[in-house]
């Protein structure tokens, strides 16, 4: 298969991801647009919004409707699979999503906010057991036990597939409504997983009802928390640290929107995602192709 | 004269200081726009803007519409007047206009970008012969010479006024159409001007052409040099410097939009007005009234 390579992926389709794959278009740069869900649920559930400059009283459902619109005009390339790690090569980044490698020379990071604290031993056993991605790493568990924490019914294929190839897999539904049967090999168990236990791989998963002796621990949130997609990625507190060029401490990784701290506000978001795209461009123009 | 006193002080209207004046308001805070002319003459000149996410392929002008609109449906008090000066007092600013006298608890500064650079000496004389407002400071120049130098219409009825009080005043218009004649005492006079000589106090002005003994300089501009209006302010270069929270050097003083740097940006403008107006309601939570 071949990769494709592009000048700038936004990674996420909010209104700061928006704003910034619009004026990387008109700007004439190649850009992919990742959005695996729906444009900012978040958004899109706000009843009125009456404090984005020119567009009164509209629904946030109705104002995503535009804001999605105006954009894709611009024909980015709409990836609709999630990007699950981001690495840093000699000319330019890698990107996997489940299904698919891509390229970029530049990467902005529009993902939004990740609510979800992060589970105890998650960050550590990273790569050591803890996986956001079944498609990706599903292999390396086979006829292994493992656990799927899902916060979104996206989880449910990839427990499935990981039914395929595991011995066992115990799928912890953390949304509604939750599925009433999966396949097989995939057991369905209620609770609340509270921490990942082991010596240097994942040994067993700890949950408000009992363990879970398992090798391989997959978490499927929203968003994934970014600084594990694009490892070395610098926070302040839980945000993403970005200069007022809204570049972040990876040269050619820039931020926007809420992943970059209050206000959590759109025009906030599009005018970051606007700096962003600019500081991208500008960044390609001093480095040689 | 009463003073009418404000939560927030926003001088500027376009796209930054309209979208800081809406959520001002949205937030229920009372608040003053000045604007003197006619919101950003630059973006109404924009032929067609289609990087502003979810107003495709619009106008300029018809965008500034839609943004005046939006912004006064939420009537903040829309005051016409150019702010001169600004002055930091115990509680809070006052603000001085040719025609009145303002207060405010916190300001907005969304001046825009001045691309007129300054005379040699004009910083220097400032407050000892230098001035930005007849109406103001035209009393201390009774029956003295005076020079009007002037980059708008506007500085036709200041020159006008001034000739009812000075022995002489001279008018450098540097706009066109220039003005046929004022009133007697007010001679236009040709040639640009270049620099300030003086020992403590302004001696005289030297043009390409000539030099004029002049006791007072009057420099009218679409926009004053902002640390002029605000002394003390810190700039970067030629900007206003700011944190992320689009906070100044000085505590209860913000800046938004193409006066605080590029990119010189719509989305980049609404999104800092929108930063600085939560940061400043924020200040003024935190401070006891």
């Known amino acids: 298969m071949d990769t ?21 278009r008109v700007r004439n740069k ?9 444009h900012s649920e978040k958004l899109q559930k706000a ?34 699979e999630k990007v699950v790690t981001v690495f840093p090569g000699d000319d330019g980044f890698t990107l996997l999503t ?6 970029a020379r530049s990467v902005i990071l529009a993902t939004g906010v990740v609510s979800t604290p992060l589970f105890k031993g998650e960050k550590s056993f990273l790569g050591r057991g803890v996986s956001y991605c079944a498609t990706c790493d599903g292999m390396f568990y086979k006829d292994k036990d493992v656990a799927v ?25 953390q949304y509604r409504p939750q599925p009433a049967a999966l396949r ?13 236990e082991g010596d240097t791989q994942v040994e067993k998963l700890v949950t408000d009802k009992e363990e879970h002796k398992v090798s391989g621990i997959f978490i499927i949130r929203q968003s994934d928390p970014v600084e594990n997609v694009l490892p070395g990625l610098v926070l302040d507190g839980e945000v993403i640290q970005v200069n007022r060029d809204m570049s972040t401490n990876i040269p050619g990784v820039f931020a926007a929107g809420d992943c970059t701290g209050k206000p959590w506000q ?4 599009t005018g970051e995602g606007l700096i962003a795209v600019l500081s991208a461009i500008s960044y390609l123009d001093k480095k040689p192709i």
Do not use: W
């Not at 489940?98 to 390229?103: L, Q, R, S």
């Not at 924490?149 to 539904?173: D, K, W």
């Not at 759109?266 to 978001?269: D, G, P």
């Open 149 to 173: 924490i899902s916060y979104t019914s996206e989880g449910e294929p990839e427990a499935e597939f990981l039914g395929e190839i595991c011995r066992n897999v115990f799928y912890f539904p």
């Open 266 to 269: 759109i025009a906030k978001a």
């Open 98 to 103: 489940p299904v698919n490698t891509y390229e």
């Open 4 to 24: 494709q390579k592009f000048d700038i992926a936004v990674i996420g389709g909010g209104p700061a991801g928006l704003s910034a794959a619009l004026t990387g």
């Open 47 to 80: 009843h009125i919004v009456d404090n984005y400059l020119g567009m009164p009283q509209i629904t946030g459902q109705g104002m995503m409707q535009q804001f999605v619109a105006h954009c894709l005009a611009q024909k980015p390339a709409l990836i609709q």
């Open 184 to 196: 097989s090999q995939v057991k369905i168990v209620p609770g609340r997983p509270r921490f990942i």
């Open 30 to 38: 190649q850009v992919a647009l990742f959005e695996h869900l729906n």
